[in-house]
């Protein structure tokens, strides 16, 4: 497995090993000695979650303020624009995202440490996005960063004939000016 820097300290593109023949492929999508060896990180992982979404669906960018989740994310089917917000306002970096295209074509993962906002755009006519969080899902802890606040600065991927298909939730993010943020 190959481990890649990404503009934020801390986030990190992960390549597996693939494996491929005129069969198909295999690779080992997650192992923890090697997880720890390679990044430095001692996650225990408790929650894993798959979702589905058509294409332009924008999901994000969520974070939970308490029981915050530290993710390892990955694409199995399809493709999307994958961005991290850093919330830690102690840090260098504090504001500031990294984008990462993950595909199942590329098979790569992201991880994605406590502190940081997450959400993604698909970018294909559906895609498949498989997550592990190091904590459960606590709605009543849940934020939501507006994914277009000027202040971030993101480059998604969208020409002005596509809208992005947002849950209620998501059109009422907050602008970072406003949003809960990480001590």
Known sequence: MNVLATEL???????????????GFFYESFNAKKFAE???VNAVFVQDNHSKSAKNVLRGLHYQIRQSQGKLVRVTAGEVYDVVVDLRKNSSSFGQSACVVLSAENQRQLWIPEGFAHGFLVMSESAEFLYKTTDYWAPEHERCLLWNDP???????LTEADVPVLSGKDQLGKLLSEAEVFA
């Open 151 to 157: 202040a971030l600065g993101i480059q998604w991927p």
């Open 38 to 40: 390679l990044t430095g």
């Open 9 to 23: 300290a801390d986030v990190l593109i992960l390549e597996p090993r693939v494996f491929g023949d005129d069969r």
